[in-house]
């Protein structure tokens, strides 16, 4: 039997901090049981990307969030 996996990152707006903030949470699909999960890393709602599930721009802090972003999809396929 095939497993099926699906991974989203989104940010959770009824989770917005004081800061205005948006936490990026993780969830995982398996065989259409789910798993949600925050990845304890905060962007500004006007940089996170909907339809990427990333950050936008080519800023240090983009790349470094992108990267952790990339580093979690592939521990959760291994």
């Known amino acids: 039997m095939d497993t099926k996996i699906s991974i989203l990152f989104y940010g959770k707006k009824s989770k917005t901090t004081?800061?205005?903030?948006?936490?990026?949470?993780?969830?995982i699909t398996i065989n259409g049981k789910?798993?949600?999960?925050?990845?304890?890393?905060?962007?500004?709602?006007?940089?996170?990307?909907?339809?990427?599930?990333?950050?936008?721009?080519n800023t240090e802090e983009a790349r470094r969030i992108n990267a952790y972003l990339d580093i979690l999809r592939s521990k959760v396929y291994a």
């Not at 949600?36 to 996170?48: F, G, L, M, Q």
Request: proline fraction near 6%; aromatic fraction near 6%; charge should be positive.
């Open 18 to 27: 004081t800061d205005n903030l948006l936490p990026i949470y993780l969830r």
């Open 34 to 57: 789910r798993l949600e999960t925050c990845t304890n890393r905060n962007v500004t709602p006007c940089k996170w990307s909907v339809e990427a599930g990333r950050v936008k721009g």
